[in-house]
């Protein structure tokens, strides 16, 4: 009768089942110093219900005062070059000092043309505005492209891996299968003669479903790794690959194919068979060595996996963060066409305030000139200084 020692048996089931088990990842901040002072709020008591509004409010409080952390460091630094500056206040001031330094005829040619020259900066400001904006929409419409793009694949990943826990748990069962056949079989001179072949048949059927099982965990592994290098390729910095694809034709099918056929029979018939075990000692170590094979298929392609998961979710957070930008340009440059309609109006005033200057030469106020040519054009100064965002 065919017995194993109960350690080996012990130590061959706990080897193939530890495939199975898997490790929770561990998200770690980028940032550690930012995580010590914003960081959701954490369930000290298990026991305790959850709180999801709470959870969610803090969440969105933290969006919050990133957008406003944004605003603050885009208000204290002037949007408006020194040139721009420069000319404002120099078309602003002589348009107001014109009425008493040149004549009537100059004035009325002058001041529409510092108007109109002020409200142009405005609408140049608006034009570099949309601009940005545009160019805002466009990159968090890639990079969310991207990040869609990469969970396609990586879904499609997923979906071929899915099998694999499968033929590693046919594995498991087979090696333990493997360990009692013999018991079960150990009487089989008390059978009749036609049940003669039978014990040896089911002592190499189960080795051959374990080899079968790591030959589509095998094949399995290839494909998704496949799919895997795609979906980092497909999120690469500057659409330049940084992963190499493996082709996957017919030849590299049948030598993946070998590589999970042969080791198994192969390392059976070359190991030698204790004492009394017989063929027995070796079914036992072809499967367990098929086994294996389908464990090591399934770390690689959890290993794989991983890696494909972790840059797509940096390119996820990435699109957010992106999206969140954006949006904030658009917030901020939505006041552009209001502020360039207000500089056309400031132009048209200031051309139609040198229609009222004859009307005021007769009583000699110059102070009043200066005024009335120099308020069109200031109120144009704030506007499109405005609307430098």
């Known amino acids: 009768m065919f017995r194993m020692p109960r350690g080996l ?8 089942g530890s495939a199975l088990v898997r490790q929770t990842p561990v998200i770690r901040s980028p940032n550690g110093a930012m995580a010590r002072h914003r960081t959701l709020p954490r369930l ?12 969610i409010q803090a969440a969105v409080d933290l969006v919050e005062q990133d957008s406003k952390i944004l605003d603050k460091v885009v208000n204290a630094r002037s949007q408006m070059t020194a040139p721009e500056s420069a000319i404002l ?17 100059v004035v009325e040619v002058f001041v529409p043309a510092v108007g109109a020259l002020i409200a142009s900066i405005g609408f140049s400001s608006e034009y570099l505005g949309r601009q940005a904006m ?11 492209q991207s990040a869609t793009e990469c969970e396609l694949i990586i879904a499609q990943a997923e979906r071929i891996k899915a099998p694999v826990p499968f033929m590693v748990g046919i594995g498991v069962s087979g090696v333990a299968l493997a360990l009692v056949m013999p018991e079960l ?6 059978h009749p003669n036609w049940l003669i072949g039978f014990p040896q048949f089911m002592l190499f059927a189960v080795p051959l479903g374990v080899t079968w099982a790591a030959v589509v965990a095998a094949d399995a592994l290839e494909r998704m790794r496949i799919k895997c290098r795609e979906a980092i390729n497909s999120v690469a910095p500057g659409g330049k690959p940084t992963e190499v694809v493996p082709k996957y034709e017919n030849a590299e099918k049948i030598k993946t194919f070998f590589k999970a056929v042969l080791p198994g029979p192969i390392l059976a018939v070359v190991c030698p068979a204790p004492h009394g075990m017989g063929i027995a000692f070796t079914t036992l170590l072809w499967t367990a060595i098929a086994a294996l094979q389908g464990a090591y298929c399934l770390v690689v392609a959890e290993a794989e996996l991983a ?9 996820a957070r990435q699109a957010a963060v992106s999206e969140q930008y954006a949006n904030q340009g658009c917030r901020n440059g939505s006041i552009l066409p209001f502020t360039s309609s207000l500089g056309g109006i400031c132009a048209a005033g200031a051309a139609a305030a040198t229609e009222f200057l004859p009307l005021i ?19 144009g100064v704030l506007f499109a200084s405005s609307a430098s965002v």
């Open 361 to 379: 030469e007769r009583f000699e106020l110059k102070p009043l000139e200066c005024l009335i040519t120099g308020f069109f054009p200031a109120i």
């Open 134 to 144: 545009s160019r805002g929409k466009e990159n968090s419409a890639l990079t969310i």
């Open 307 to 315: 890696r494909a998961v972790d840059r797509q979710t940096l390119t």
């Open 185 to 190: 079989f150990a009487n089989v001179a008390a």
């Open 89 to 105: 206040i120099a078309s602003a001031s002589a348009a107001a000092l014109a009425p008493a330094l040149v004549g009537p005829k």
């Open 44 to 55: 000290q008591d298990t026991t305790a219900p959850y709180d999801s509004d709470k959870t």
């Open 9 to 16: 048996c012990l130590a061959l089931l706990l080897a193939s």
